[in-house]
């Protein structure tokens, strides 16, 4: 895909069942402006969203990333998404993608200040070239998120978990793994346990028993992870959840960072400290995520 595209979508109600959704979708120049001034979503982060993987046209994990939309908008008190709509626009957008690995993002927003609600639309483009990150793996350090585990359910306005367009924390986390000269971070509880990275999820391996932390805490549920559960339960590797004290992430006998665009990449060191890597598991698992997975 050289090129980028970009679909407005005119929401129709989550119960509304039609064999085709094609007049509320429509097409507009990626390049010229689309949004109102008064756009909540670009105000004040007021939204949710999804990155979609697709490799060779064939976008990935298209329902969990669809279920994930619409728990993320129940949590907002969005107004639910049309799923079967939403899955038409993704098809369209994957048609655009052509051959090579490219990324839809879906966002949903609360729309127009005192206006209309709400404002949605897809776009489509070419993802970045993460091989080297597959092959070489990620430096990370942990970082305090400045939450305790039961946060997310004694505050759920807090909206810990969900996937929400307020990604300055993210980034802001990333950029601090960087000034410590590391390429990534992993965000722990204040009462020391691991949660997740700022866009990914982690995977731990400790003999052949491989286990992330609990969707829990405000823990975004992977759906790059769950693939890679999949893929590790047909092995026969145990694969599961748990609460991980920060002090397991140093023992671990290897770990991955997991997303829908940069796939798994091994994690070498943990805050300076060495870490194992399973290369050939690495070189399996990129495999399996770039085979076609719905």
Known sequence: MNRRFALMIDSVPADEQRSDYADTLTRVDAAAPALSVGELSTQRG??????IGVVDGHAQEVVPHLERLAHSARLCDLPA???????????RAAAECGDGEAVIKLILSRGVEHGPTPTAWA???????????????????????????????????????????????????????HRRDADDAIFLSSD??????????????????????????????????????????????????????????????AAWLVSSV?????????????????????????????????
């Open 192 to 253: 020391g346990f691991v949660l997740e990275a700022p866009t990914a999820s982690l995977i731990l391996r400790f003999g052949d028993r491989f286990v992330t932390p609990a969707p829990n805490g405000g823990i975004l549920h992977g759906t790059t992870q769950l693939s890679v559960y999949e893929h590790l339960a047909a092995r026969g590797f145990v694969v599961g959840y748990d609460r991980i004290p920060a002090s397991d992430l140093p023992r671990a006998d």
């Open 81 to 91: 998404p049309n799923l079967a709509q939403w899955r038409q626009a993704i098809d």
């Open 262 to 294: 940069r796939l798994a990449a091994a994690i070498t060191a943990v805050d300076g400290v060495e870490l194992p890597v399973d290369r050939a598991l690495t070189d399996e698992l990129n495999a399996y995520l770039l085979s076609p997975r719905d």
């Open 46 to 51: 007021d939204g949710v969203f999804e990155s």
């Open 123 to 177: 776009t489509a483009a070419p993802a970045a070239d993460f091989r080297v990150v597959r092959e070489k793996g990620v430096r990370v350090v942990t970082l305090d998120r400045g939450y305790d585990l039961g946060a997310a359910e004694r505050a759920p306005w807090l909206l810990l978990g969900a996937k929400t367009l307020s990604y300055a924390v993210n980034m802001a986390a990333l950029r601090e793994a």
